[in-house]
């Protein structure tokens, strides 16, 4: 007799979520992302920065930039992908990504 696939003991969606997000930032051509969208380099790296899970701290600390800058660049980030918070960019660069077809 076969084992019902609802049956199954599942992940949380939360960790499917998460696990599907990072396989997918994990093929994101950075610099074609960042022509469509017309993101400075500084833009760009701290996208990939937070797109590792990484903070405002760890990020300034990384790039060797102080927090301020960070903030600075942050919001004109935000503001050119239309997005509040570190989710909604998450979701716009998965976004982006998937609409570009790579």
């Known amino acids: ?6 049956s199954a003991q599942s ?9 599907i997000a990072d396989h997918l930032l994990k093929g994101i051509d950075w610099p074609a992302l960042a022509e469509k969208c017309s993101l400075t380099l500084r833009e760009t790296q701290l996208a990939q920065r937070f797109a590792l899970g990484e903070d405002r701290a760890d990020t300034a ?8 800058t960070v903030k600075f660049h942050t919001r004109h980030l935000y503001a050119k992908l239309m997005v509040h918070n570190r989710t909604e960019l ?9 609409a570009m077809g790579k």
């Open 61 to 68: 600390a990384h790039l060797e930039i102080s927090l301020a």
């Open 90 to 98: 998450i979701l716009r660069l998965l976004t982006i990504h998937l």
């Open 1 to 6: 007799m076969h084992e019902r696939c609802d």
């Open 11 to 19: 992940p949380p969606k939360e960790l499917v979520f998460v696990e």
